[in-house]
């Protein structure tokens, strides 16, 4: 296992907020995403180093083309990241 999907594996399994309050002692505030946010599933959780990607719609553009474009950015994620 690496050293990403040990880290990963470990905060997976502690609850947000130990993490989150952990950060803030460290004086890294404002780390975890906003609770606005929810899981898709009911009981979803995610852990791993954030990969920042970036798009916007583009109105009028081939459906199909952006889909590829779209699929293709997700293809550089690299393995236990958490596209952002």
Avoid: C, F, W
Wanted: glycine share 8%; hydrophobic share 45%.
């Amino acid at each position: 296992m690496t050293d990403i999907a040990q880290l990963a594996a470990r905060l997976n399994a502690i609850y947000t907020a130990v993490i989150t309050d952990i950060l803030d002692r460290r004086g890294l505030l404002n780390q975890t995403l906003p609770p606005t946010l929810l899981p898709l599933r009911e009981g979803m959780r995610v852990a791993g180093p954030a990969y920042p990607i970036m798009g916007r719609p583009a109105p009028g553009s081939d459906y199909d083309a952006s889909l590829r474009k779209v699929l293709e950015m997700l293809g550089t994620v690299p393995a236990g990241h958490v596209s952002v």
